[in-house]
């Protein structure tokens, strides 16, 4: 398994098989801050069926949100959103990498303790993808993979649980505060707040591991 790029996935909405549902919840955050969704991924996510019995209201009323978001947008506009918001030159609009909400730069002391967490798990950078490992979508994907990959002996809840606790929950909150607090924000402003429900939620199910 090479860490970890975002694939293309049959889109499943929260409320099935609960792993199943959570893999996949998280490979479309990998797919949505990796690159601007295409028409195509837009219609698949506007199609989804609406969800009332999610883990929690508000992560239901996020989804809800998201899905009507997807059905309103255009893929050029929300191409030029993602630029403007995550792309560009020099200093990005919101930055999408845990090393700057964690130390205030970037590729600082959190990547290197991601990336040995990485290495101790069998999990390295794909030299192709072009982000380090502590871009918001690579950490996703890293999930997708912890929840659904084929080998059991690292593929654990408390593989799970420490990746997220440590690499992803201390900051994707502020990430989802700062694109929703940019003008430019339209269709990811409901992506940041999918984005936070869900990280809620998943840390609830990771307290009762306690």
């Known amino acids: 398994m090479s860490a970890t790029a975002p694939t293309r996935l049959t889109l499943a909405a929260p409320g099935s098989d609960e792993d199943a549902a959570r893999a996949e919840l998280w490979g479309l955050l990998a797919l949505l801050f990796i690159a601007p969704p295409g028409a195509d991924t837009l219609r698949q996510l506007a199609a989804l069926p609406p969800q009332d019995e999610a883990p929690s ?33 020099g200093r990005p609009a919101v930055y999408v990498y845990g090393s700057f909400y964690l130390a205030g730069a970037l590729h600082d002391k959190p990547l ?13 950078r794909r030299i192709d993808l072009g982000e380090s490992e502590d871009h ?16 059991p002996a690292v593929c654990t809840l408390t593989r799970q649980r420490d990746m997220f606790q440590r690499h992803i929950q201390p900051w994707v909150a502020a990430m989802c505060d700062a694109i929703d607090g940019d003008r430019q924000a339209r269709f990811y402003r409901a992506v940041a707040a999918f984005t936070r429900e869900f990280i809620q939620v998943e840390q609830l199910g990771f307290d009762l591991l306690d």
């Not at 949100?65 to 050029?76: E, G, K, S, T, Y």
């Not at 290197?112 to 390295?124: T, Y």
């Open 136 to 151: 918001v979508a690579v950490l996703a994907e890293t999930m997708r993979y912890l929840i659904a990959g084929d080998d």
């Open 57 to 89: 209201a508000a992560l239901s009323a996020a989804w809800n949100r998201l899905r009507q978001a997807a059905a309103q947008a255009l893929a050029d506009d929300v191409r030029d959103e993602f630029e403007a918001l995550f792309g560009g030159p």
């Open 112 to 124: 290197a303790a991601l990336r040995g967490d990485l290495q101790r798990i069998g999990l390295a």
